[in-house]
């Protein structure tokens, strides 16, 4: 039942950050979004505050983690995705 929450919880995350950003995305890459965002919200926090593995911890701090991270990878997405596209007149 945990994996499934976090599977859950990884998609509202993922989901959250592409909409905050402006990308609509379907379900399974915004559960990756959330979840890759997990892992780099965690590696962010560890920066920030010097706690190790906060995004491990279903907690509030963990969710904001998340997104924070979810926000940096969708923004790097962005990037990315907008300097492939060459608009001609």
């Known amino acids: 039942m945990g994996i499934l929450l976090y599977i859950i919880l990884g998609g ?10 402006g990308r609509n ?6 559960i990756v979004i959330g979840i890759i965002g997990s892992f780099i919200g965690g590696y962010v926090s560890t920066l920030f505050t010097g706690a190790d593995q906060s995004f491990l911890t279903l907690s509030a701090t963990g ?3 998340s997104t924070v991270g979810a926000l940096v990878l969708v923004a790097v997405l962005n990037a990315f995705s907008r300097s ?3 608009n001609t007149i």
Do not use: N, P, T
């Not at 509202?12 to 950003?21: D, K």
């Not at 995305?25 to 915004?30: F, K, N, Q, V």
């Open 25 to 30: 995305e379907g379900i399974i890459a915004s």
């Open 84 to 86: 492939r596209r060459h």
């Open 63 to 65: 969710l904001f983690w």
């Open 12 to 21: 509202l995350v993922g989901y959250l950050a592409a909409r905050l950003l």
